[in-house]
Antibody, heavy 116, light 107 residues
């Protein structure tokens, strides 16, 4: 069965960076793009970008351009999302989500807390 | 960016009711529209893709319709487990924007 398992919760100080991982299993990793979506406390869903695990440049939402980097490691079927210059309003749950029929599978989420 | 607007923002209903949630896009998106369900402290669950196609395992009481700019999610015969927040998302063009969500509560 398809599984997306994300790394654990993080606490970071303002200005720092965070790198969240998402390990995929149960399907051929390179055949499906992967989204990253975040959700601030009590707020809605926000699309951050998408990466093609088989290669090519990721596509990022404009508001994260210059701060976000999405990468992948095909040897471990893992995608990564790194967000830099963290601010308090980056506190959120970050999800990876497989781009099957739109999004079909979601990771469990990773809480990133930005606090001094 | 394409703006997605859902209505209502919240909705109270009873078990057994039929409810409809509307999602409107700021420009035409053909049928590139998905619906998701999210319960508190849980990851979203994918319900519908391409406006009207149920994801595998989703009960048939859920249905979607629409194309272009206007879309609906209908739940017939509400069950206790259906009380949640629902989001639409367009995947016609980047960035793939979401609606603000509709919270479905028990009356």
């Amino acid at each position: 069965q398809v599984q997306l398992v994300q790394s654990g919760a993080e606490v970071k100080k303002p200005g720092a960076s965070v790198k969240v991982s998402c390990r995929a299993s149960g399907y051929t990793f390179i055949r499906y793009y992967m989204h990253w979506v975040r959700q601030a406390p009590g707020q809605g869903l926000e699309w951050m970008g998408i990466i093609n695990p088989s290669g090519g440049s990721p596509t990022y939402a404009q508001r994260f351009q210059g701060r976000v980097t999405m990468t992948r490691d095909t040897s471990t079927s893992t995608v990564y999302m790194e967000l830099s210059s963290l601010r308090s309003d980056d506190t959120a749950v970050y999800y990876c989500a497989r781009a099957g029929t739109s999004v079909d599978y979601w990771g469990q989420g990773t809480l990133v807390t930005v606090s001094s | 960016d394409i703006q997605m607007t859902q209505s209502p923002s919240s909705l109270s209903a009873s078990v057994g009711d039929r409810v409809t949630i509307v999602c409107r896009a700021s420009q035409g998106i053909s049928s590139w529209l998905a619906w998701y369900q999210q319960k508190p402290e849980k990851a979203p669950k994918s319900l519908i893709y391409a406006a009207s196609n149920l994801q595998s395992g989703v009960p048939s009481r859920f249905s979607g319709s629409g194309s272009g700019t206007d879309f609906t999610l209908t739940i017939t015969s509400l069950q206790p487990e259906d009380f949640a927040t629902y989001y639409c998302q367009q995947y016609y063009t980047y960035p793939y924007t979401f609606g603000q969500g509709t919270k479905l509560e028990i009356k």
